[in-house]
Nanobody, 129 residues
Framework: QVQLVESGGGLVQAGDSLRLSCAAS????????MGWFRQAPGKEREFVIT??????????YYADSVKGRFTISRDNAKNTVYLQMNDLKPEDTAVYYC????????????????????WGQGTQVTVSS
């Protein structure tokens, strides 16, 4: 069982930056694919960004809406993955969820919520205009 705990959400203004953290339990964190999804009120959960690992090589995939603004990184020593969000926009307002998957999956599969095995409770990000 893997537990994920997000933190770092809050209320910011358009153009500001915010960094979310997701702390994971488990001894094999370095082998987890880690993703971030978000869900705005009245909308379905959508893919944001993910970082997978295979044979020690990390691959990162982005949603088009966040390319150039969001980055993902991981610190395997701390069992933590980070989502750095820059130049935030009101349309980025949502609950952000961290997710973990064990095993190697394609880029296509990593952009689908059902692929992931474990989820955090979510953290609210609100961007005012």
């Amino acid at each position: 069982q893997v537990q994920l705990v997000e933190s770092g959400g809050g209320l910011v203004q358009a153009g500001d930056s915010l960094r979310l953290s997701c702390a994971a339990s488990g001894r094999t964190f370095r082998s987890y694919g880690m993703g971030w999804f978000r869900q705005a009120p009245g909308k379905e959960r959508e893919f944001v960004i993910t970082i997978s690992v295979s044979s020690g090589i990390h691959s990162t995939y982005y949603a088009d809406s966040v390319k150039g603004r969001f980055t993902i990184s991981r610190d395997n020593a701390k069992n933590t993955v980070y989502l750095q969000m820059n130049d935030l926009k009101p349309e980025d307002t949502a609950v952000y969820y961290c997710a973990a998957v064990i095993g190697f999956y394609s880029e296509y599969d990593l952009k689908i919520a059902h692929t992931y095995d474990y989820w955090g409770q979510g953290t609210q990000v609100t961007v005012s205009s």
